[in-house]
Nanobody
C-alpha cells in the first residue's frame, strides 16, 4: 500500500503562486508515476500533470503547460506541483495520485492505484 498526503493548498489572488506537496509513504515502487489531478464543483476530475519517479519524464495538460511545474524528490519521497500565474479557473480540489507502473496512460485518472485526500486551491479574481 502507498499512502499519499497533500498539503500546500489555500487562497491566492489571480496571478499569484502556490506550491503543492505530496508526501508518499508505505510501499513505493521504483517504476511508478505520480500524477496531479483536480476537480472543481460540478465538474469531472481533470488531469493536471504527471511525472515518472525514475527518470523524471513529465506530462502536462494544455491548460497548465507553461504555468505549472511538477517535480519530485526521490530521497524524501515527495512530489511537488509549483503553480504560477494562477487563474480563477484553476480553483479546484487538487489530488495527488500514484500508479505502480509507468506504462499506464498518465492522463487517465482510473489508471492510478492510490490517491490522497485532496487539498483545496482557491484563486480569487
Amino acid at each position: 500500500q502507498v499512502q499519499l498526503v497533500e498539503s500546500g493548498g489555500g487562497l491566492v489572488q489571480a496571478g499569484g503562486s502556490l506550491r503543492l506537496s505530496c508526501a508518499a509513504s508505505g510501499r513505493t515502487f521504483s517504476s511508478y508515476v505520480m500524477g496531479w489531478f483536480r476537480q472543481a464543483p460540478g465538474k469531472e476530475r481533470e488531469f493536471v500533470a504527471a511525472i515518472r519517479w525514475n527518470g523524471g519524464s513529465t506530462l502536462y495538460s494544455d491548460s497548465v503547460k507553461g504555468r505549472f511545474t511538477i517535480s519530485r524528490d526521490n530521497a524524501k519521497n515527495m512530489g511537488y506541483l509549483q503553480m504560477n500565474s494562477l487563474k480563477p479557473e484553476d480553483t479546484a480540489v487538487y489530488y495527488c495520485a500514484a500508479a505502480s507502473w509507468y506504462g499506464i496512460r498518465w492522463s487517465i485518472n482510473t489508471e492510478y492505484d492510490y490517491w490522497g485526500q485532496g487539498t483545496q486551491v482557491t484563486v480569487s479574481s
